[in-house]
């Protein structure tokens, strides 16, 4: 009888195979990130705007002024004036922000993300 010694650990395949998926998945983290990072920065414009006082009593111009200026403290650059909603009405304010970001990974595959934030501040 000729005893066999077991094969222990992972063949060549299984790690390049195993590293590549784990380069993939560090992939998207490093370009998924700076998205939600960015949508961040959004999130909290819209709060300091909620946090005016006598911002719901301001013109239309003057609340995108203003939202526009906390964007490019925080350098957000891919949000345009068509993207945001602002209903205005006697005491009563809404901004709506749609937009859209397509980041590129590997030749033709991306990435879509849908952003849609809102605040309302008073009462119709």
């Known amino acids: 009888m000729h005893n066999k010694k077991q094969q222990q650990g992972i063949t060549l395949i299984s790690l390049i195979l195993?590293?590549?998926l784990v380069g993939f998945f560090?992939?998207?983290i490093l370009?998924?990130?700076?998205?939600?990072?960015?949508?961040?920065?959004?999130?909290h414009a819209l709060e300091s705007l909620k946090n005016r006082p006598g911002i719901e009593s301001q013109?239309?111009?003057a609340v995108w002024v203003a939202l526009?200026?906390?964007?490019?403290?925080?350098?957000?650059?891919h949000i345009s004036k068509k993207d945001v909603t602002?209903?205005?009405?006697?005491?009563?304010?809404?901004?709506?922000i749609v937009y859209h970001v397509k980041q590129p990974l590997i030749g033709n595959l991306s990435v879509w993300v849908?952003?849609?934030?809102?605040?309302?501040v008073g009462h119709l």
Do not use: C, W
């Open 114 to 120: 849908d952003f849609d934030n809102s605040i309302e």
């Open 68 to 77: 526009s200026k906390q964007f490019n403290i925080g350098y957000v650059n």
């Open 26 to 28: 560090t992939l998207l």
């Open 18 to 20: 195993l590293l590549g």
């Open 59 to 61: 013109s239309k111009n």
């Open 86 to 96: 602002i209903t205005s009405r006697a005491k009563y304010l809404k901004v709506r």
């Open 31 to 43: 370009k998924i990130s700076p998205i939600y990072m960015d949508h961040s920065k959004v999130v």
